[in-house]
Structure formats: C-alpha cells, structure tokens
C-alpha cells in the first residue's frame, strides 16, 4: 500500500469512527431526534451516515450505517418506546435499509459529482435529501412486507416525518460539508496552510 492509499484508509477509518461515535452519543442522549407536532419526532440519526458517505466513500457509508443499524436494533431490544419499536429487532428493518442508506447516498453524490460545473453544496444537499429519503422508504417498506404497518400508513408516515426528515437532512448535510471541505487559505507569511 504506498503511502496514498495508506492516508485515505487512515482518513475513510477516522471519518467512520468520528460518525459511528456520533450516532451512538445522538441516540444515547436523543438529541438525534427533533421534537415535532403531536409527539413526533424528526430523526437526524442518519446524517452522520450521510456526512460519513459524502466524505468518506462507499465503505463509510457503508459502515457508518452498519452502526446505525445496530445501534437500532440494540435500542428496540432493550429500552423499546413505541408500539413499532419490536419489529426493530429485526436486522431486515433496523440495519439493512440503514447500510443501503450509506451505499445510495454514497452512488448519488458520486454520480451528481460526475455532471460538470455542478455546484457543490447542492450535490451535498441532493446527496442529503435521497440519502435521508432511502433510509425512510426502505425501513417502511420492511414494515409493510412484516405487516407492521400497511400502505396508508406507509405513505402517512413518509409525508408527515420523512420528507421533514429529508428536508432537514439536505440543509444539515450541505452545512457540515461544505464547510469541511472549504478550501484553505493560505498564510501570507509561509507556503503553509493555515
């Protein structure tokens, strides 16, 4: 491995840690959860898997959302809170569509990248708004095919919540991003940057 390669494993492993650190402090302290209307709640769980893919690649995305999706299904089986919190047990709902979350979000902001003078921040916004909306649809799905939920309900839950949801997502997601990848200036004393 030259020391490229090396410098981006180094880079995609701390990227994956610092976002898998963040989920589970989001979650532990529920301060991933934005309180909304009628006791809901708007879920930012998954930008941290967003962020992770965005900067990090495919195999971020894809861990990231491996310790989302565990971290659900650990949260169901000990301390559930509502009546569909059970079916979280299952891998199928809690961490599949959590890991596929990381890898779509990851193909749409690459594909997006690839159109040219594409403005930046919108692609991460774009990127945001389907990564978020993937994660929504899939975890409703499941729940439609386990008959937790049906199709009315799957639709109520994905205008009430997860176009919120996606919304807060893109605007979070295009912040974060935009300003960690801000080019540096640099120092008019040195070649460094600062």
């Known amino acids: 491995m030259n020391k ?103 193909f749409c902001y690459a594909a997006f990248n690839k159109i040219n003078n594409f403005p930046k921040p919108l692609n991460y916004a774009i990127s945001g708004f389907l990564g978020s909306l993937i994660n929504t649809c899939l975890v409703l799905l499941t729940l439609v095919i386990l008959k937790a939920i049906d199709f009315k309900m799957f639709l109520a839950i994905l205008v009430a919540n997860g176009l919120l949801e996606a919304a807060a997502s893109a605007i979070i997601t295009s912040l974060v991003v935009s300003l960690i990848k801000m080019p540096k200036k640099k120092s008019k004393f040195s070649d460094e940057e600062v």
Request: glycine share 12%.
């Open 4 to 106: 490229t390669n090396q410098r981006n494993f180094i880079r995609s492993l701390s990227i994956t840690a610092a976002m898998g650190a963040l989920i589970i402090v989001m979650g532990l302290t529920h301060i991933g959860f934005i309180p909304w209307f009628s006791g809901a709640s708007i879920t930012i769980m998954q930008v941290p898997v967003i962020i992770a893919a965005i900067l990090a690649g495919k195999f971020s995305g894809f861990g990231t959302g491996l310790i989302f999706g565990v971290f659900s299904l650990i949260q169901a089986a000990i301390a559930p809170i509502g009546p569909l919190d059970p079916f979280f047990v299952n891998p199928l709902v809690s961490i599949l569509p959590r890991v596929l979350m990381g890898l779509g979000t990851y």
